[in-house]
C-alpha cells in the first residue's frame, strides 16, 4: 500500500511539474511573440531634402523590426549622422513611430567643388538640392556676414535664384549678383538680402518684362 501510495505521489509531482514547465514555455512563447510585434506605421515629418525612404533607412527601419526592441534614443542617435539633418525628435504610439527632423539649410552650392555649403558645414556627395551656385570666390573676411545673409532667404526663394557672384563696385564692398531663373537679374548689399523675399510680389507690379532689379540702392526695376 504504502509503495503504490509512494508511486501516486511521484506521478502527481511529476505531472505537476511537466504542467508547470508547459505554462512556462507558453508564458515564454507569448512574450516572445509579444515582444517581436512589428512596428506597422512610421510617421516622418519636417523633411524636404531627404525622402521618406531615405529617412527610413538613415533609422535602419526598412526592415520594420520590433516596435519593443527600437528605442527612441537609438532612431534619433543614427538619424543626427546624416548630414542633413540638424536635429530629430523620436516619438512612439500605438505600434507606431514618429519622426520630425529639421534639415540644414543649404545655403549654396560651390560651382568649383560642387560641395553644399550651410551656415556652419560642408556636405560633399552627388544628391541634388534646391540651391543656387556661387560661381566665384567671397573673400574669407566676408564669408561668416554672407553666409548669414544667405541664411535670411525663405526657402521658396532661394530655390529661385540660379547663381551668385561676389560683385563689389567702388561704392559697396560686399555688394552681390544674382540671376535668376527666370531670366532676371538682382543687385543686392550683404544688408539687404532680406529684400529678395519680396520678389514675387515686386514682379507683379512690373510684369513680364525681363530685366534687372536694384535691391543695394535705390529699389528700382531696369528692363532690358
Known amino acids: 500500500m504504502k509503495k503504490n501510495k509512494t508511486k501516486r505521489k511521484k506521478r502527481l509531482r511529476v505531472g505537476r511539474l511537466l504542467f508547470l514547465v508547459v505554462i512556462i514555455l507558453l508564458i515564454c512563447f507569448l512574450f516572445i511573440r509579444f515582444v517581436d510585434v512589428p512596428i506597422r506605421s512610421i510617421i516622418i515629418k519636417g523633411n524636404n531634402i531627404l525622402t521618406d525612404q531615405e529617412v527610413i533607412e538613415q533609422a535602419n527601419l526598412e526592415d520594420y523590426p520590433s516596435y519593443f526592441s527600437t528605442f527612441s534614443f537609438s532612431v534619433k542617435n543614427k538619424l543626427l549622422k546624416n548630414p542633413y539633418v540638424k536635429s530629430a525628435k523620436v516619438s512612439k504610439g500605438l505600434l507606431s513611430i514618429k519622426i520630425t527632423i529639421e534639415e540644414e539649410k543649404i545655403l549654396y552650392i560651390d560651382k568649383a567643388s560642387g560641395n553644399k555649403v550651410t551656415e556652419d558645414k560642408t556636405i560633399k556627395d552627388d544628391k541634388i538640392v534646391c540651391a543656387p551656385y556661387l560661381t566665384n570666390e567671397v573673400p574669407e573676411n566676408k564669408l561668416k556676414k554672407f553666409k548669414k545673409a544667405m541664411g535670411k532667404i525663405d526657402d521658396d526663394i532661394l530655390c529661385q535664384i540660379s547663381e551668385v557672384m561676389y560683385d ?14 527666370d531670366g532676371n537679374s538682382v543687385y543686392l548689399t550683404v544688408n539687404k538680402f532680406s529684400k529678395i523675399n519680396k520678389y514675387n510680389t515686386i514682379l507683379e507690379n512690373v510684369g513680364k518684362q525681363n530685366g534687372t532689379l536694384y535691391l543695394d540702392y535705390g529699389d528700382y526695376f531696369e528692363v532690358k
Do not use: E, H, V
Open 168 to 181: 563689389p563696385n567702388d561704392i559697396d564692398a560686399d555688394r552681390y549678383y544674382l540671376y535668376m531663373n
